[in-house]
């Protein structure tokens, strides 16, 4: 008897269609227990690297640019006439 290609993949009429075995319920919380961990490793390995990243590369001290400082004075000034700005901070 010669075998078709489509005989393995759709199975042969004269035999009874292969059940695939249920699962069960300790493999699914198996599995829902590998995954929660292994999002848990993840994330803190993600941690982790920013915290080395921060590190390596920190925040650079901040300067105020005096484009910016004219800028926010004639805002203030035309909005409020005869005001001054004495401070500016960033928050």
Known sequence: M???PHDEICGRADQPARR???LD???LFSACLIAL???FVL????ALIMELITAVFPDR???MDP???AAISTAVTSVYPGARVT???EE
Not at 43 to 46: I, K, Q, R, S
């Open 2 to 4: 010669v075998r078709q």
């Open 20 to 22: 695939e075995p249920d």
């Open 25 to 27: 319920v300790t493999s």
């Open 37 to 39: 961990i292994s999002v």
């Open 43 to 46: 994330l803190g390995t993600l």
């Open 61 to 63: 001290k901040a300067s």
């Open 67 to 69: 484009v910016l400082v």
């Open 87 to 89: 401070r500016i901070e």
